[in-house]
């Protein structure tokens, strides 16, 4: 398709209609700035979904284009979109259009295999930067390059670097870095603030973790002793090299800490809204 969008499962919704996937005009419609968020539904559950619906507010908010509906119509309306599809384990994507309004879909969703939790992933550094790092902006040219160079490479992320020679954030997730006990993640003015990096930042305050936001040159990249990524589709992912740098992330206790306790928080919020 045009707008490079995956529409998955058998029914979506624009604005407030339920629609088959049989008809993707409205897809095909899509012009200008379009500002999305995506939400992971586990076990038929939104994660984190007040945390989402806040974040998506605040984007629309942002670029001048409200969104109208209240957080319990959207909530209702995701939790029917999950029940008449039987979804299970997928990522839904919310766009919000100045021409054509709300789409809620689900789509296509990338996990890592569960071996990468233990192995770590590769990675890679590229000299880009995002405009508007704090919105969720699609564009095209932006991930038409970032997925050349995951290909070019054989990486399952790409890290950012900026003009001043810093590594800001992964392709689609946060980057953090382990030296000694304490974590470093670069800026939240620059990075997108993802709702998985606010819930390790809570992790790291109540295990009493150090955690400084602060520019990570590429030049010291040399001398940390692990790192991970954090995002929606990834959760808590160690790093198991950035280019030609080897680390032993997945060793780190640090890092483990963190992955333990992201992991209890996602069972607990399944729980909770489970027993709604």
Same mark, same amino acid.
């Given at each position: ?45 939104? &994660? $984190? ?10 984007? =629309?908010?942002? #670029?001048? *284009?409200?969104?109208?509906? +209240? ?103 946060? &980057? $953090? ?10 800026? =939240?003015?620059? #990075?997108? *603030?993802?709702?998985?990096? +606010? ?78």
């Amino acid at each position: 398709m045009k707008n490079m969008e995956y529409v998955e499962q058998n029914f979506y919704y624009h604005n407030d209609k339920i629609q088959s996937t049989d008809n993707l005009h409205p897809f095909e419609k899509l012009t200008g700035k379009n500002v999305y968020e995506v939400i992971r539904v586990r076990e038929g559950i939104p &994660l $984190f979904l007040e945390d989402h619906l806040r974040r998506f507010r605040a984007f =629309a908010g942002s #670029v001048g *284009l409200p969104l109208t509906d +209240s957080d319990d119509i959207l909530i209702n309306r995701l939790y029917q979109l999950i029940d008449k599809n039987g979804a299970f384990d997928q990522n839904i994507k919310l766009i919000w259009n100045k021409d054509m309004g709300l789409l809620a879909f689900f789509t296509k969703s990338p996990y890592p295999p569960a071996r990468y939790y233990q192995t770590g992933i590769k990675t890679t550094l590229l000299n880009l930067e995002r405009e508007d790092p704090n919105i969720k902006i699609q564009r095209e040219a932006y991930q038409k390059t970032v997925l050349a160079e995951r290909e070019k490479t054989g990486s399952y992320e790409v890290l950012l670097v900026d003009h001043e020679g810093n590594v800001t954030e992964g392709s689609r997730s946060n &980057l $953090f870095i382990v030296k000694g006990e304490k974590l470093y993640t670069p800026p =939240a003015k620059n #990075v997108l *603030l993802g709702i998985v990096r +606010s819930k390790i930042v809570a992790i790291c305050q109540q295990q009493q973790i150090d955690i400084i936001e602060q520019n990570i040159p590429v030049t010291e990249l040399n001398t940390i002793d692990g790192a991970f990524i954090s995002g929606t589709g990834n959760d808590v992912l160690p790093i198991a090299s950035i280019d030609s740098f080897k680390l032993a992330s997945v060793k780190s206790p640090v890092i483990s800490s963190i992955m333990h306790e992201y992991d209890r928080l996602v069972k607990e919020y399944i729980a909770s809204k489970k027993d709604i």
